[in-house]
């Protein structure tokens, strides 16, 4: 006897896509936190000269330099785009179940809501 894969799995299977990639992405924030306090810490702000955000932190190659020196800057911003991920997978996770289910409409709908926000990142702007 075959099982089919319900609508019921699929939800459950996205419901723990979410989950985890909240927590993973928070887990990853913290750990960035952390290094960054340890190291800056101590360190007195000057409010009188704005320093933005580095430079090193607004590439992906710079982000993963970043994490292998260790830089507590870099694995927020590693955090965060795991935590924008989230919803971006989520959506790939409901496309495919609803290939697996065969409801074109859906997948179809699905995909281009997929298009939209890779449209929207990539482009820099939204709506």
């Known amino acids: 006897m075959t099982q089919r894969f319900k609508d019921k799995d699929m939800q459950a299977v996205i419901g723990w896509v979410l989950r985890?990639?909240?927590?993973?992405?928070?887990?990853?924030v913290f750990t960035g936190g952390v290094i960054y306090l340890y190291r800056h810490?101590?360190?007195?702000?000057?409010?009188?000269v704005f320093k933005g955000v580095p430079d090193f932190i607004h590439s992906p190659a710079g982000i993963i330099n970043g994490i292998l020196t260790l830089r507590?800057?870099?694995?927020?911003?590693?955090?965060i785009v795991l935590l924008i991920a989230t919803?971006?997978?989520r959506v790939i996770f409901s496309a495919i179940?609803?290939?697996?289910?065969?409801?074109y409409l859906y997948t179809f709908i699905t995909f281009i809501v997929l298009l939209v926000i890779v449209i929207s990142a990539f482009s820099g702007h939204a709506g």
Do not use: C, W
């Open 20 to 28: 985890a990639g909240v927590f993973v992405s928070m887990l990853v």
């Open 41 to 48: 810490g101590h360190v007195i702000t000057n409010y009188h």
């Open 72 to 79: 507590g800057r870099a694995i927020i911003q590693a955090g």
């Open 87 to 89: 919803p971006v997978v």
């Open 97 to 103: 179940g609803f290939i697996l289910e065969k409801d």
